[in-house]
């Protein structure tokens, strides 16, 4: 059976990728989901590996549970990483896996890839290896020149009421996250409003506000409209 590798917990994280994992799981029938954290599942075929924090480092827990769900995790004949935990944990299951056969499949939701120390390059020297699903041109342009061979380019998916494409006369920008420089690049997208000579309705629904005040004001300063 096929699974899923998630680092993240399922009723406690709120991320994107946490969210495409669960979409995923329910369009895939008999798809199973592991994940690390604390929270109990919330339906069938998530399977929870308890871990605890010891200082600043995280531990899995010798239960009963987690060896069963160990077991259940080392039975499925593909895995696929949905984002990649600390290395230690990431590296000791991806060679008992390996150990055992399985077919592996690195999902690029994060930034490690992107990584320039000790972490990005051992992911990278083992990522080169396996087969990548990337989300962006840019990150399958560089895992292209580290000598990656297998690599799906699958950008994320949005869900519509509507089983037609609207057609319209206006440039409509969608934005949907969070305002966040470091990992959504969203002041390049203020730039790029500035420069444009159109008028653009821009529809952005905010998860948070993680920008400086001054990026802020350039954006709402700007001509486009903002839906929040």
């Not at 979409?23 to 954290?37: C, N, R």
């Not at 995790?73 to 055992?100: E, G, Q």
């Amino acid at each position: 059976m096929p699974c899923l590798l998630l680092k993240g917990d399922i009723i406690e994280s709120k991320t994107g990728t946490v969210r495409w994992a669960l979409e995923v799981q329910k369009a895939i029938p008999d798809l199973s989901l592991f994940y690390f954290g604390k929270s109990n599942s919330l339906q069938k075929n998530q399977y929870l590996i308890k871990i605890a924090k010891i200082g600043s480092i995280y531990i899995i827990l010798p239960t009963f549970s987690n060896l069963r769900n160990i077991a259940k995790l080392l039975k499925c004949n593909s895995v696929y990483f949905v984002d990649i935990p600390s290395l230690p944990f990431f590296l000791l299951i991806y060679f008992i896996l390996k150990l055992f056969g399985r077919k592996i499949i690195f999902g690029l939701h994060g930034f490690i890839q992107r990584d320039n120390g000790i972490k990005g390059k051992i992911f990278r020297n083992v990522a080169k290896h396996e087969t990548v699903h990337v989300l962006n041109v840019y990150d399958k342009s560089l895992m292209e020149k580290i000598g990656c061979k297998r690599i799906f380019l699958i950008p994320n998916f949005i869900y519509s009421n509507s089983s037609e494409i609207i057609r319209c006369n206006k440039f409509i920008v969608l934005f949907v996250g969070r305002l966040d420089i470091n990992h959504k690049g969203i002041d390049l997208l203020v730039d790029i409003i500035l420069k444009l000579k159109t008028n653009i309705k821009f529809h952005v629904d905010l998860l948070k506000i993680d920008v400086e005040g001054y990026e802020k004001e350039v954006l709402l300063g700007s001509e486009s409209t903002l839906d929040r």
